[in-house]
Structure formats: structure tokens, C-alpha cells
């Protein structure tokens, strides 16, 4: 990761358009909702998707909050709002970026295919990954038994007994979908109330295969291959047990996706891009970023969405009309 130095980059690199009128890092629910507009607003637009268009939405089991599907699954989402974005003209390039350079007339970013593309506006809309623990052993048992993603791994633990850790929307939304599939699942949640809305909340907690572990912690993840046993603690008593489990689910909230602009954008501590509230600029002129990247208080794929709409909206009207 790094910053290019805009001098170095030969003509003959530019192998795609040249320069794009705006150029969007990341194609989720922020990134192809700002082309659609940036697109319609007649701006030459290209989205740079590394993965799947419409990212977490994806790996969304069910949303029911993105009127007005009272319930619509996330990959249905996701390929429709893709669909959307290429019939309004928007590039679609699946690749991800390695490198920003965001000074200077032109800006530029390197793909992790080597090519250097070019913007005159750039939509920085990469997402957020989910959190890790940070403990020795989930790195060790990652994949044998420790997920992120209920959605691509759910299915491994059909009749298991499992946990999900966090009281976050993300760990109760998953750790419904998981009801449906494992023999029980046991939310492991650091508090004795959970940060998830109500609706959601007193769904997993009328739910009879889901229970709680209230104010208490993973420490711990024991196997010898694969998760075999979680250690726990509780934070009141600071008793300690250790508990048979198939597997763990970790939901502990999200990591920014801003390595590659870290001292180049004003961001807070843990790396969440800081926006105009209203214009939703960055530091840097030219440069916005929209979504799950960006310091805010909400994060809905509706809010997302939004974003997206008037991140290219303004840059419109500030630069192309
Ligand atoms: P989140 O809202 O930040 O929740 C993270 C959860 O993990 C919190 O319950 C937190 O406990 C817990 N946690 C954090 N660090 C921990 C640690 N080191 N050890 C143990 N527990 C820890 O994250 P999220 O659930 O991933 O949601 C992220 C954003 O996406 C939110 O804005 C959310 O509303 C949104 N989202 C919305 C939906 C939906 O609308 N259906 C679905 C998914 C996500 P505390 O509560 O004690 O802080």
C-alpha cells in the first residue's frame, strides 16, 4: 500500500478510458448507487469492485429493511442494483486497488491487476470487513471452526451446536440465520444488553434454539484440528468456564477498509474516513466517500444508498455543471 507518485505513470498505461469523470472505489450499495446518478448526470463513470458487485450484500442471508422488500434476499439485491447500475451506463472492473494518489490535477489509483486508472472525481466506497477478536487462537482456527460469514459457512454446522459472539445487529441478524440451520446457538455478548434493534432483538431472544451468555468473553478457542471448545469468562464474577462448541461466529463490529489512504484523508482513530455531513468531501478536493467507510452515525444499506446519491449529486453540481 502506498501512494503513487502521479510524474511516474506512463501514457501507455492508461489502458482503459482514459480518465473517467468519476471513478468509484468499491461497487456496495454506496458505490453503484453513486454511479448510477454520477451516470445519469452524464458523467463517464467506472466502479472498481474487487469482489462481488453489491459486497456484504452478498453475504446477506435476509434484509428486511430496505423498503420496499419487506424481505428480499441479498445476493436478489445485490444482482438487481448491479443490473441497475450497467443499464444506466456505468463501467463495472473487478478489480480492487493497491495504491491512491490523491493530489494533483488528475487523481489515480493502481488495481491489483497493475493498471493505473484515472479520475477527475474519485467515490471512495470500499466497505468495511467485520472485526476480529484479535486472540491467537482465532487466527489458528480460522476456517476450521471460526467464521465471519454465516451466509458461506452456515451450512458446515447442520445440527452443530455453535456460538455467535457480539449483541451488534450483525451478530443477531446471523445468529438468526444460523437458528435455522445449527442445532442451537449460543450468543456470547460482552454486556447484559444488546446494542441491536428491538425488532431484531426480541426476535433471537424469543427464538427457542438461540440462549444468551450475558457479560461474558471468549477467551479462548480450544481443538485439535478444528474448534472442539470455547473458553469463557464473565466479566462480573469473573468465573471461567470451558464449554463444548462445533464452532464460533465473530461479530464484533467493523474495520474500515482505508489502508490505502491512511495519511493521505483526514480519518479518526480507528481508520473511518471523515466526510463534509452535507457534501460528504473529504479533506482532500475532488475526493468523497460514501458508506460503511465513512465516519457516521448509521449504517443501513439504505443510508449507504443515500450516500452514494448525494456524493455524486453534489460532485455534479460542483464540478460538471
Ligand atoms: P456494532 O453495531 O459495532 O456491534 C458490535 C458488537 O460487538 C457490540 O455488541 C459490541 O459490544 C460487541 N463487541 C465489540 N468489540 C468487542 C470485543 N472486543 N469483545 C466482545 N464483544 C465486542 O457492529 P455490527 O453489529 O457489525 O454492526 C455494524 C453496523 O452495521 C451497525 O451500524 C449496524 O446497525 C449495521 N447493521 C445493520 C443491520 C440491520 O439493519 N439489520 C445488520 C447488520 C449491521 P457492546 O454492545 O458492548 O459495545
Same mark, same amino acid.
Request: aromatic share 8%; charged share 25%; glycine share 12%.
Given at each position: 500500500m502506498g501512494f503513487l507518485d502521479i510524474g511516474s505513470i506512463s501514457s501507455s498505461e492508461r489502458t482503459l478510458k482514459d480518465t473517467?469523470?468519476?471513478?468509484?472505489?468499491? $461497487? #456496495?450499495?454506496?458505490?453503484? @448507487?453513486?454511479? %448510477?446518478?454520477?451516470?445519469?448526470?452524464?458523467?463517464?463513470?467506472?466502479?472498481? &469492485?474487487?469482489?462481488?458487485? $453489491? #459486497?456484504?450484500?452478498?453475504? @446477506?442471508?435476509? %434484509?428486511?429493511?430496505?423498503?420496499?422488500?419487506?424481505?428480499?434476499?441479498?445476493? &436478489?439485491?445485490?444482482?438487481?442494483?448491479?443490473?441497475?447500475?450497467?443499464?444506466?451506463?456505468?463501467?463495472?472492473?473487478?478489480?480492487?486497488?493497491?495504491?491512491?494518489?490523491l493530489t494533483g490535477e488528475t487523481l489515480a489509483v493502481k488495481t491489483d491487476q497493475g493498471r493505473t486508472v484515472f479520475g477527475k472525481t474519485i467515490i471512495i466506497s470500499t466497505g468495511s470487513s467485520y472485526r476480529q477478536?484479535?486472540?491467537?487462537?482465532?487466527?489458528?482456527f480460522a476456517g476450521k471452526g471460526v467464521s465471519y460469514c454465516a451466509l458461506c459457512d452456515g451450512a458446515l454446522f447442520k445440527n452443530k451446536k455453535i456460538a455467535v459472539?457480539?449483541?451488534?445487529?450483525?451478530?443477531?441478524?446471523?445468529?438468526?440465520?444460523?437458528s435455522q440451520?445449527?442445532?442451537?446457538?449460543?450468543?456470547?455478548?460482552?454486556?447484559?444488553?444488546?446494542?441491536?434493534?428491538?425488532?431484531?432483538?426480541?426476535?433471537?431472544?424469543?427464538?427457542?434454539?438461540?440462549?444468551?451468555?450475558?457479560?461474558?468473553v471468549l477467551t479462548d478457542i480450544e481443538g485439535a484440528r478444528s474448534v472442539e471448545s470455547l473458553v469463557m469468562e464473565n466479566v462480573k464474577t469473573k468465573t471461567r468456564k470451558r464449554e463444548p462448541f462445533d464452532g464460533v461466529f465473530i461479530y464484533v463490529g467493523l474495520e474500515p477498509r482505508s489502508a490505502c489512504f491512511k495519511g493521505a484523508l483526514e480519518m479518526t482513530e480507528d481508520g473511518f474516513i471523515i466526510t463534509d455531513p452535507d457534501t460528504l468531501e473529504t479533506s482532500i478536493d475532488r475526493?468523497?466517500?460514501?458508506?460503511?467507510?465513512?465516519?457516521?452515525?448509521?449504517?443501513?444499506?439504505?443510508?449507504?444508498?443515500?450516500?452514494?446519491?448525494?456524493?455524486?449529486?453534489?460532485?455534479?453540481?460542483?464540478?460538471?455543471?
Open positions: 473517467y469523470d468519476c471513478l468509484i472505489l468499491g $461497487g #456496495g450499495p454506496g458505490g453503484l @448507487t453513486a454511479g %448510477i446518478y454520477a451516470s445519469r448526470g452524464g458523467l463517464s463513470t467506472l466502479v472498481l &469492485e474487487k469482489g462481488m458487485e $453489491g #459486497g456484504t450484500l452478498n453475504f @446477506t442471508p435476509l %434484509i428486511e429493511n430496505y423498503p420496499p422488500f419487506p424481505e428480499i434476499v441479498g445476493m &436478489e439485491l445485490a444482482q438487481k442494483w448491479t443490473e441497475h447500475a450497467e443499464q444506466m451506463g456505468v463501467a463495472i472492473l473487478r478489480e480492487g486497488i493497491v495504491e491512491a494518489s477478536l484479535g486472540l491467537a487462537s482465532e487466527r489458528r459472539v457480539g449483541g451488534g445487529n450483525s451478530a443477531i441478524d446471523e445468529a438468526l440465520y444460523l440451520i445449527a442445532d442451537s446457538v449460543t450468543i456470547i455478548h460482552r454486556r447484559d444488553q444488546l446494542r441491536a434493534e428491538k425488532a431484531l432483538a426480541e426476535k433471537a431472544l424469543r427464538n427457542p434454539k438461540i440462549r444468551f451468555y450475558w457479560d461474558t475526493v468523497f466517500a460514501v458508506g460503511d467507510v465513512r465516519k457516521k452515525e448509521i449504517r443501513q444499506i439504505i443510508t449507504a444508498a443515500a450516500d452514494g446519491a448525494i456524493a455524486a449529486s453534489f460532485i455534479i453540481k460542483k464540478y460538471f455543471l
